[in-house]
Structures are given as structure tokens and as C-alpha cells.
């Protein structure tokens, strides 16, 4: 198992770009999220999606959209890259567990990919 | 809402030295607590959890006890390697209906140095 892979590990954009960074998983798991990490900051969870179909919003959405067409696969946009999105986006999946028991479950996280807006 | 507070660092220590990074939280009803750890130029992995009171995680030497009178899960290694240079996050899961994200604590840079 490959487990989470991202794809581009790091890529520069000029501002008003823009770009998709893909996150996939080879576990069968549902539930799938996108973090920025900065400086000082922690990780901070920017949409996640729980199936399939469904995205949702996190605590930092602006300017970013998602997409999860098919289960492996989850996309985060940035339509009009700005200097404030320059970070380490993480994605990340879990198993998605029924009887209240998701959150006692482990994250899964991909190696993450490096974005610099000029 | 939920959060976390953790040492901020960073923690310069020399290998065989003993290990405490405070973690304490914030949360409604009973979360589950985790420790992840990311290694330099990767991403995050656990490194230990507890999902209910008075429990104990441990892995590799690390262990935290989830002490719901204080709500605190303190992480601690009696001996610390050069290997175990890292930054390591305190994190949370809610319980109820949005028990299944992650709050995160801003991170404590650990340097053991030979």
C-alpha cells in the first residue's frame, strides 16, 4: 500500500494562478481532509469530506474549493492564488468509523506539498 | 470551541535526557487525545492515543496519560535519542457529531543533540 500520496510535492505560482493539488489513498477509507500548516500555527484544517460526493467546510476555506468525485481521490483548488497561500498542505484520510467511533480513529497523513505564491 | 495548548519550544536536549511536553485542552463532553509526530521533510504520523479518561498510550518509549481532572495528556520519555528529533503536536477529537476532525496544538520543535 502506497497509503496517502499528494501530487505536486512542491510547485511556485505567481499570484492570480491557479492550480489543483491532488490527494490520494489506497486504503478504502471515507473520510478525506486537506490542512495548511504554517509557521507558529499548528495544522488547520481547510475541507474535509466524509463520502464519497460530500465536502465540507473546516476552519480556514476561504479562497480554496474542493472535490471528491471518486473515494480515492480528494482535490483541493486554489482558483486565484494569493501571497497568503504560500504554505504546507497536508491531506490526510481516515477510516470514517460508524457508532460514534470516528474520532477515536487514527489519521492517516500524505507527505504533504510545498506552495510558494509570488 | 476546542483547543489545545501545548509548549511552544523549542526543546534542545542531549541524548538520555528526559522528555516532558505539556499538553493541555479545551473541549466539550469526552474527546480523544493524540500525539502525532513529524519527522523532518515529512508528514505527520501518530505516535500515541487514549480515547477515554485515566488511559495510557505509549509507543517507541513516549507514553501520556489522559488525566480528565486536569485536562491535560502530557507527553513524556524517560531517555530521549538523537532519532527522536521532531516536532510533535497535541491534538483532539471532538465527541459528537463532529467527533470525527482533528483541533490541532501549534507544535513543539524537539532537537536531541549527541
Known amino acids: 500500500n502506497a497509503g496517502v500520496t499528494q501530487t505536486p510535492k512542491f510547485r511556485v505560482l505567481k499570484t492570480g494562478q491557479s492550480m489543483t493539488l491532488l490527494c490520494a489513498q489506497d486504503m478504502n477509507h471515507e473520510y478525506m481532509y486537506w490542512y495548511r500548516q504554517d509557521p507558529g500555527m499548528g495544522l488547520r484544517l481547510i475541507h474535509y469530506s466524509v463520502g464519497e460526493g460530500t465536502t465540507a467546510k473546516g476552519e480556514v476555506p476561504d479562497g480554496y474549493n474542493v472535490s471528491r468525485l471518486k473515494k480515492q481521490n480528494f482535490l483541493l483548488g486554489l482558483e486565484s492564488a494569493a501571497p497568503s497561500q504560500t504554505s504546507v498542505y497536508f491531506c490526510?484520510?481516515?477510516?470514517?468509523?460508524?457508532?460514534?467511533?470516528?474520532?477515536?480513529?487514527?489519521?492517516?497523513f500524505g507527505p504533504g506539498t510545498r506552495l510558494t505564491v509570488l | 470551541g476546542d483547543s489545545v495548548t501545548q509548549m511552544e519550544g523549542p526543546v534542545t536536549l542531549s541524548e538520555e535526557a528526559c522528555l516532558t511536553i505539556n499538553c493541555t485542552y479545551t473541549a466539550t463532553g469526552y474527546p480523544s487525545l493524540f500525539w502525532y509526530v513529524q519527522y523532518p521533510g515529512e508528514g505527520l504520523q501518530l505516535l500515541l492515543k487514549a480515547t477515554k479518561a485515566d488511559d495510557k498510550g505509549s509507543n517507541k518509549g513516549f507514553e501520556a496519560t489522559y488525566r480528565k481532572e486536569t485536562t491535560s495528556f502530557h507527553l513524556e520519555k524517560g531517555s530521549v535519542q538523537v532519532s527522536d528529533s521532531a516536532v510533535y503536536f497535541c491534538a483532539l477529537s471532538s465527541s459528537g457529531g463532529s467527533n470525527y476532525k482533528l483541533t490541532f496544538g501549534k507544535g513543539t520543535l524537539l532537537t536531541v543533540n549527541p
Open positions: 490526510a484520510s481516515t477510516r470514517g468509523l460508524a457508532g460514534g467511533l470516528a474520532g477515536t480513529d487514527t489519521q492517516y
